[in-house]
Structure formats: structure tokens, C-alpha cells
């Protein structure tokens, strides 16, 4: 079956550690994005990456990493320049076909804890 | 540069009732406009889009939202909710491009919706 895998499913880091978040998509999606969630804000973009060996900041790109070496894998990294790094945090991708936009398919998360 | 606007963050209506839950956008340009679904600890699910083919856009699971430009509203309605309706609901814009930029959503604060017996 296609679709988005996030893992782990639940992580727990220590203050000052940074934390790598996998996703892997199998849809063939050009398009991969990470999400952060936390309660009352909706969810609000970190990075976004169109093709293989690019990507963009999103609205608040501050304290993270990412890379994007195969087009299946968008792996996120939570650095210890983060100052609140304890969310929920969500994987998506997309056809991005360049004609407008496409609807993006999310994995099930990652619950991230600092403890 | 366009925003969301959803009015109430929690709704309670008796299963059985209708439900309505409310999205405003903001968009200089004509918008696609999106509600998405979240089960508690799960990712998000797509229930309908709006992309300018049609008003009034069905989506899965009896959800059914209305796009009013002179009102710049999107709101989700289902005439008779569920228990296993109860969920977060996130009303999300992008405006259309043909660059191959990929599509960035931009995301309401979301709905709770409870459904009483």
C-alpha cells in the first residue's frame, strides 16, 4: 500500500541533544514537507522541499535541519538551537505538478518530548 | 499573503443534529481552499477541496462545504453528525501557482468537534 511512514511514532530527548525525525514516502510525490503542531496554533511549516537536493524554510525554520538526498525521504533534524522543540510533528508530500496546488497527504506523526 | 480564520475552537452538537463549522480565508488571489480531519495522535486526513470547478464540493464521510467569495467563507456542514465524527477539523489555503513551487497550505487554528448522545 502507498502512503507516508513517520518514525518513531514517540520520542523523548534530552535538553541539549539533537533528535532526527525519519519520514519515507512511497507515492512518488515530488513534493515533502514538515509540519509542526502544538495545541490552539494549527499546524505551521518548518521546511518544504520540491525536488531532490533542494529545499525551502518555511515560517519558522529556526532550531531545524533537513535534507533531502532520495526523493522518497525528508528526514528532519531537531537541533538544540530549538528552544521549544516539545510538539507534535507531521510529515506531508505532494504530486506538485507546477499547475497549482495539490493536495498534500500526511503520515501519522511524530510526538516529540524534551524532557 | 493569505490566512484562515475558523470561528470557534470547540463545537458540541448532539449526534443526530447538523453540524457547521465556520472558515474565513484571506487570499489576493483566487484561492484552493481545503478541510482536513485529525483523530487524536494521528495525522491529518483530507475530507474535500475546493479549486474553483465547483460551489458546492462534496467530500467523504457526508461533509459537504460551501465556497462563497462574496463572503470569503469555506464552511464544512454535514446534515446529521456521528459519534465518530468527534475530531479536529482544520480549514487550510494555498493560492494557485504555476511556477513549480510546491504547495504551500496555510492552516487554520482548527475545530474540535464533540458529538453528545
Known amino acids: 500500500d502507498g502512503g507516508i511512514t513517520q518514525s518513531p511514532k514517540y520520542l523523548f530527548r534530552k535538553e541539549g541533544q539533537n533528535v532526527t525525525l525519519s519520514c519515507e514516502q512511497n507515492?512518488?510525490?515530488?513534493?515533502m514537507y514538515w509540519y509542526r503542531q502544538d495545541p490552539g496554533q494549527g499546524l505551521r511549516l518548518i521546511y518544504y522541499?520540491?525536488?531532490?537536493?533542494?529545499?525551502q524554510k518555511g515560517d519558522i525554520a529556526e532550531g531545524y535541519s533537513v535534507s533531502r538526498e532520495k526523493k522518497e525521504s525528508f528526514p528532519l533534524t531537531v537541533t538544540s538551537a530549538q528552544k521549544n522543540p516539545t510538539a507534535f510533528y507531521l510529515c506531508a508530500s505532494s504530486i506538485d505538478r507546477g499547475s497549482g496546488p495539490d493536495t498534500q497527504y500526511f503520515g501519522p506523526g511524530t510526538r516529540l518530548t524534551v524532557l | 499573503a493569505q490566512s484562515v480564520t475558523q470561528l470557534g475552537s470547540h463545537v458540541s452538537v448532539s449526534e443526530g443534529a447538523l453540524v457547521l463549522l465556520r472558515c474565513n480565508y484571506s487570499?489576493?488571489?483566487?484561492?484552493?481552499l481545503f478541510w482536513y480531519v485529525q483523530y487524536p495522535n494521528q495525522g491529518l486526513q483530507l475530507l474535500l477541496k475546493y479549486t474553483s470547478a465547483a460551489t458546492l464540493v462534496k467530500g467523504i464521510n457526508g461533509f459537504e462545504a460551501e465556497f462563497k467569495k462574496s463572503e470569503t467563507s469555506f464552511h464544512l456542514t454535514k446534515p446529521s453528525a456521528h459519534m465518530s465524527d468527534a475530531a479536529e477539523y482544520f480549514c487550510a489555503v494555498s493560492v494557485g501557482v504555476n511556477t513549480g513551487t510546491a504547495s504551500k497550505l496555510t492552516f487554520g487554528t482548527g475545530t474540535r468537534l464533540q458529538v453528545t448522545l
Open positions: 487570499s489576493s488571489v483566487p484561492p484552493y
Open positions: 507515492l512518488n510525490h515530488d513534493a
Open positions: 522541499s520540491q525536488i531532490v537536493n533542494d529545499f
